[in-house]
């Protein structure tokens, strides 16, 4: 799996629809990448957020809502 192509789309999905939480974006990620966990999901996310790409907020019940920047 290209790491780079997961970013993008990341972010077009992000782009569309303007802020997803973290279950509906790993939903739709997983349609395009079948061998996608967790654990990859949140270090890419983890990446993106510290290069200025996404924004991420906890919201209550211990989700995530992550918003292009």
Avoid: H
Wanted: hydrophobic share 35%; charged share 30%; net charge positive.
């Amino acid at each position: 799996m290209d790491k780079k192509l997961l970013n993008t789309t990341i972010l077009e999905l992000l782009n569309r629809s303007g802020a997803l939480k973290y279950d509906q974006l790993l939903k739709q990620i997983k349609k395009s990448y079948k061998g996608i966990n967790e654990n990859e999901m949140d270090n890419t996310l983890m990446k993106m957020e510290i290069q200025g790409l996404v924004k991420v907020y906890r919201i209550p019940r211990g989700k995530w809502r992550i918003e292009p920047a």
